[in-house]
């Protein structure tokens, strides 16, 4: 069943601007899914309304069109118009990705853009990408582009089909490639592997975020199917900081959140189907972090595809904690060029430009990048003397650690700490970071810092790119609070979260990703 809006309308400014040859048309539509609506009253078993654009060169290719879906982050609407095309190479990957529609309808794609349930003109309540409501209305897309459109097919007879996004537009590309088998290739980017714990790693909650979530929500972006308001409700109550602290619905949210992604499908038992993929991921990334991409990576690898990992630097960055948006490559690798050549590659049978996208590429600090055929482990192990964190700490601790770090060494993987935490005020939950300290000033890598509640544990930290200098100092860095952990207004003092009344002491030893050479480029 189908509903088309006959609204077609050529795009104005963005298409005038492009050569004739390189037109194209702009299309409005929705389709029905199967899945009820709970919103829709009395019509509710008719199925949710799935709104899209269509994205048409005006010269149909020969041999039909490839398709590229394409869907936004959480709280954001498709593309109703065609952007403006990528010119600059120095911008972030969220100036940039949208900016790849035009390119790709110049070179002959179809393109649909499309709301996710519980966002934009869809129907239907958010259910956070489950497999069989927001992933099953994806599913009645490509049933429609099958009947209406003319799509190129592969050598087994299956329709080209390709899927971009970045944070929520790269999370259901995980869960649909392993269970729509018309899937060719799909490029998810900055996403998640286990959302529960992208959103509260260890139980402690990564309250930056989670507040951005529910801002959403409150503000009509996302309409909640049930898994937003108990975590909304109680994010921002005076003392709250952990998971549990949502009491009863705690073990229901958990449970939710970790099903819709790829831990889901890996716990249920699902084989990974054989899909070429590109996973493009961020070392800076403070949300999914590369412990996320390399776990995505790694699953799907083990279908057995052509599936190959790019880590930039920069993802979903917190202003709050000094952070901004660096351009979108790896070493001289631009991650637009290499998603295009993967995208001609696998769909429109452009070989040449497949050898541009590297098996392995992590971006270091330094501009180079390292690559190999996997991150670097973490096997270089080294002690961590037992520090005291004071409460209302307004700097971080440096603890150096006793490494015999030869000169260039790369860190490029993701390190693994065994801790001992004794809470001395607060909630007690130390906040850790892998750290340098160079030329006296103290430089937290990655910008990553990671949660660990009282008690003792082996975890792991947040993934780091960097390359080390002569007279550089590793060590950890340990605050008593921190930006990321923290609901606060636009002005004032936090109101929950890992606050100022947080102490602790902390022992225990860190294995370090850290290798005397690596491929740079």
């Known amino acids: 069943m189908k509903t088309l809006i006959h609204a077609i309308a050529l795009c104005a400014a963005a298409c ?32 949710t309304k799935v709104a899209f654009t269509l994205f048409l060169p005006d010269a149909k290719p020969e ?99 390709g899927t971009i996004g970045g944070s929520y537009g790269g999370g259901y590309q995980m869960q649909l490639a392993q269970l729509e088998p018309r899937i060719a290739t799909a490029i998810p980017s900055m996403t998640w592997y286990d959302l529960q714990h992208s959103l509260a790693p260890q139980g402690v909650l990564k309250q930056g975020f989670v507040q951005f979530e529910c801002f959403m929500a409150q503000r009509g972006k996302v309409r909640d ?10 994010a921002p109550k005076a003392g709250a900081w952990a998971w549990n602290d949502m009491g009863a619905d705690a073990r229901r949210l958990r449970d939710a959140y970790q099903a819709h992604g790829p831990s889901g499908l890996s716990w249920a038992g699902q084989p990974s189907r054989r ?34 990992l790019m880590v930039l630097r920069s993802g979903h960055v917190n202003p709050r904690a000094g952070q901004r948006d660096k351009p979108a490559r790896c070493g001289n690798v631009d991650a637009m060029d290499a998603m295009l050549g993967w995208l ?68 490029a993987g993701v390190p693994e700490a065994e801790l001992d935490v004794r809470a001395a005020g607060g909630p007690g939950v130390a ?27 082996r975890i792991a930290l947040g993934g780091v790119a960097a390359r080390l200098r002569p007279g550089d100092e590793l060590g950890v860095a340990l605050f008593a609070t921190h930006a990321q952990y923290v609901w606060a207004p636009a002005s004032g003092a936090p109101v929950a979260g890992i606050a100022g009344d947080n102490a602790y002491a902390v022992s225990g030893r860190v294995w370090l990703p850290l290798a005397a050479e690596g491929t740079a480029r």
Not at 24 to 34: D, E, I, K, L, R
Not at 293 to 299: F, M
Not at 431 to 457: F, H, I, K, T, Y
């Open 16 to 47: 005038m601007a492009l050569p004739a040859a390189h037109a194209a048309t702009v299309q409005q539509h929705a389709v029905q899914s199967t899945v009820p609506d709970p919103l829709a009253g009395v019509d509710a078993a008719k199925g």
């Open 63 to 161: 041999g039909g069109y490839p398709l590229v879906l394409h869907a936004s982050g959480f709280g954001l609407g498709r593309l109703r118009e065609l952007p403006p095309r990528d010119t600059d190479p120095g911008a972030s990957y969220w100036s940039r990705v949208d900016r790849l529609v035009p390119t790709l309808v110049e070179r002959g794609y179809a393109v649909i853009s499309f709301d996710h349930r519980g966002h934009g003109d869809s129907g239907g309540d958010s259910r956070i990408m489950d497999p069989r409501a927001e992933i099953a209305d994806i599913r009645s897309l490509i049933d429609w582009a099958e009947r209406e459109l003319p799509l190129r097919k592969g050598a087994d007879g299956r329709p080209r089909i």
């Open 225 to 234: 199917g049930g898994l937003l308001r108990p975590l909304c409700e109680t």
């Open 275 to 308: 899909v070429d993929a590109l996973v493009v991921q961020a070392s800076e990334d403070v949300l999914f972090d590369m412990g996320e991409g390399l776990r995505n990576w790694r699953q799907l690898k083990a279908g057995g595809g052509d599936v190959r």
């Open 344 to 411: 001609d590659a696998r769909l429109r049978d452009i070989e040449p430009a497949a050898p541009s996208v590297p098996q392995l590429c992590i971006a270091l600090d330094d501009g180079t990048a390292f690559e190999g055929a996997a991150p670097i482990a973490a096997q270089s192990s080294a002690a961590l003397a037992r520090t005291e964190v004071r409460a209302g700490s307004s700097a971080p601790v440096f603890v150096p650690l006793p490494t015999d770090a030869p000169r260039g060494a790369v860190l």
């Open 431 to 457: 906040l850790v970071g892998l750290a340098l300290r160079r030329n006296g000033e103290l430089m937290l890598l990655s910008d990553q810092v990671v949660p660990a509640p009282p008690g003792r544990q």
